[in-house]
């Protein structure tokens, strides 16, 4: 838990640039009610913009937000602690369920992005109060409904931070694997206004941030037969389960290319662990581990239409899982808690020793890497290669910082996003990361033929031509002939 601290010491990271550079320009957000009737991109999120507006209007330093992110993690803790005690009247569950969740490395990456606070630490601290107050409230036979209108106002509070919140009427439900049939119904039935709100907000969202009509641009991936996707998303899940585990390559986004090597393989997997989850959940009834076991699954609801809107690969988003990833810790906790009668105490301790030492030695060294950008960037890169942001920020932070060496492991990537930068128009910072990367080689052609065609792209046809002819290539001449053609159409 320590070691968090270590964020306090970080730099903006990733998209924190871009909340730094849209929430400082107050034109953008005059009135209250602009921040209800104006959108960010596909997403409809008032509460996580408006906290987001006025901090940066009054800590410019990330030093601030990410004492923020800390005091909205460490309130989060006790809120499981006691979530985690009042559904099993057990103090030590939840000591343990909150000590296991606190010391997991996938919280470092949580607190490395100031742009977690509203949309993560904030949404999760409202549905564990939620939760609380609908347990409470029905754990005292709906004696007073304000904790039923809490709870109903603090789901509210949650989906105006995050839209995945439209899962915690799911979540509510897996409650009613905890208790006999005739309460179970009862239970199911009180659940309804929440999924009348998430209908509606649903509903909301789709006017004020959905595609409007343009649902074929962000789905990429509808050229995919139903086994490569389902046994891509097995791939992505197993990435997850196997890093709550042994957290060694954490990102922020990993991406994959859709499966189709071992496809039959990768489905068995999926069916096998539906199967397993299944009869766990029937074999747990009418205990704490079957809502646990339940939250922890609901949050992968979410994968399904996220996994197919990431461009050239499937991907997976942690931050969404942050707030279901609780019921894996409380399900290890309550299995540890029961096991501690069959073996000896000093194994068991040495076993809690053992799982708490590598997860907090691993999220120290995942702080330390993160303290720069640069940093993070490149380990991201190395462990989600797919991923195109950290290749897209680390070519922009090479081209514009000749004093930064970029690694010969990283000369590939780079000439890629160079490409990448002419496709997409960005003609300056292409040609500064080619001049960075034709100094590490000055004879490589790829190299020389994006500059030449960023050069044309921008009418300078003889500098361009001049490259070209000043290194002969049989494979420059179909590009000089093309060059030379748009020079005598330029007016």
Known sequence: MISHGLSLKAQFMIDDFSFVDRHQRPA??????????????????????????????????????????????????LLLFFLVRNLTKNDAAGAMTAVLFAVHPANAEILSHISTINSVLLSAAALQGSLIAFYHYHSHRQENPAWL???????IVALLCIETSLLFPLTLGFLSLMIGREERMKLLRMTIPFWFIALGYLGLWS???????HWSDKIQHLHLSFFNYTATLSYLLKWYVGNLFFPENFVLIKNSLPLTDSVRLWNTGLALSLVL????????????KSFALGWFVAGFVFMLPASIVHAYSMGMVIEPHW????GFFMLLALIITEIKTFIQPVILSA???????????????????AQTQIGYLQYWLKNSPRNLLPSLMLGQLYGNHPDLPIPHELFFDM????????????????????????????????ILLLQAINLANENRFREALNILTANPNPHFLNVIEEIKELEQKKP
Request: hydrophobic share 45%; net charge positive; aromatic share 18%.
């Open 415 to 446: 000439k890629a996003q160079s490409a990448n930068f002419i496709t997409s128009g960005q003609h300056v910072p292409a040609q500064r990361l080619l001049e960075r990367l034709l100094k590490m080689s000055p004879d490589d052609p790829d």
């Open 207 to 213: 006017i004020m941030a959905g595609p409007g009509g």
């Open 351 to 369: 076993l809690l020793f053992t799982i708490i030492s590598y997860w907090g030695i691993t999220s120290f060294r995942h702080h330390a890497m």
């Open 323 to 326: 707030f279901s990833s609780m």
């Open 277 to 288: 989850i299944f009869f766990m959940l029937w074999k747990w009834k009418g205990t704490a």
């Open 28 to 77: 953008q957000y005059q009135k209250l009610s602009d921040f209800f009737t104006k959108t960010e991109g596909h997403h409809f999120s008032p509460f996580d913009v408006l906290i987001n507006v006025t901090l940066f209007k009054i800590f410019p330093k990330p030093l601030y937000h990410y004492g923020l992110n800390l005091l909205l993690f460490y309130g989060n803790l």
């Open 149 to 155: 209108f809490l709870s109903l106002i603090l789901f």
